[in-house]
């Protein structure tokens, strides 16, 4: 059950953070959720969307970092380093983009 409780709230938070003319998003991969090398807890999905006649990636997040959703195609290693803050980041940055 709660499993079916953060993929809506990852859901939501994906919805809200677009537009009319974007589409909604497809989730490219299940539900990751794993433990970091602190041992806090992190949950990552991806997801692919339409914006504006574009294919751009993405994933919602939940862990050390914080909560929400950044555009990004990363692979799924890299993008758990990053909200698990398992390299000198202080934040997580959307891609510019061009491999996408």
Partial sequence: MQRINV??????LVLTAVTN???????????EVGQCANGDTY???SYRQD???RQVNGYAYEGPLGQGTVLSSVALDQAKRHVCKEEVLSRWLPDDGDDQ
């Fill in 7 to 12: 993929l809506a709230a990852l859901g939501l």
């Fill in 21 to 31: 003319a974007q589409s909604p998003p497809v989730w490219t991969s299940p539900l």
């Fill in 51 to 53: 914006q504006g006649g």
């Fill in 43 to 45: 949950k990552l999905q």
